[in-house]
T-cell receptor, first 113, second 116 residues
């Protein structure tokens, strides 16, 4: 069974600074997708960024970027120029092609003004 | 992005009654929908996978007779909590996936169920 591990239950960052959230996963598949979702206090799950495993290039979405290390099965999220609105719980998710997702336990990010 | 609605957003019911939660994909057809349960400050726990026109696939430990799932159309899935008890109180989230998308799920806003 696939597992997703987020080793940081809580993280804190100063506004305008950079923070990195870690995620590791376990799978025997060669093709799959990885996602980072954000869940703010409203509890609406929002997609932050996605990575296709067959792509070597790291995905980037504005201030959000990932460091995807396929051999190490690592998928970290970097948030640059942190904003107060980035405060939320962040979930890393692994999804085999056409399959169901496995979520990590989440990392609660606090942004200090 | 695609939009998924969920209704109601919150419901309070008496113990022993049944509650139905609706999940709709508003601008795309979803052959697969997922139902999750989430406790405060915890991760999403998959309850079942709902496929249009067929029976739902339940995760181990989830009572299929208690949590009835129906996926009657390509845009609507329902979760009915039958004979609800206080321990069923939780936050329920649905998600939908486009048939030819990159396995991304679009999430509904969730339903907070409180059973008195």
């Amino acid at each position: 069974a696939q597992t997703v591990t987020q080793s940081q239950p809580e993280m804190s960052v100063q506004e305008a600074e950079t923070v990195t959230l870690s995620c590791t996963y376990d799978t025997s598949e060669s093709d799959y997708y990885l996602f980072w979702y954000k869940q703010p206090p409203s509890r609406q799950m929002i997609l932050v960024i996605r990575q296709e495993a067959y792509k070597q290039q790291n995905a980037t979405e504005n201030r959000f970027s990932v460091n995807f290390q396929k051999a190490a099965k690592s998928f970290s999220l970097k948030i640059s120029d942190s904003q107060l609105g980035d405060a939320a719980m962040y979930f890393c998710a692994y999804t085999p092609v056409g399959g169901k997702s496995t979520f990590g336990d989440g990392t609660t990010l606090t942004v200090k003004p | 992005g695609a939009v998924v609605s969920q209704h109601p957003s919150r419901v309070i019911c008496k113990s022993g009654t049944s509650v139905k939660i609706e999940c709709r994909s508003l601008d795309f057809q979803a052959t697969t929908m997922f139902w999750y349960r989430q406790f405060p400050k915890q991760s999403l726990m998959l309850m079942a996978t709902s496929n249009e026109g067929s029976k739902a696939t339940y995760e181990q430990g989830v009572e299929k007779d208690k949590f009835l799932i129906n996926h009657a159309s390509l845009t609507l899935s329902t979760l009915t909590v039958t004979s609800a008890h206080p321990e069923d109180s939780s936050f329920y989230i649905c998600s939908a996936r486009e048939p030819r998308g990159p396995s991304e799920q679009f999430f509904g806003p969730g339903t907070r169920l409180t059973v008195l």
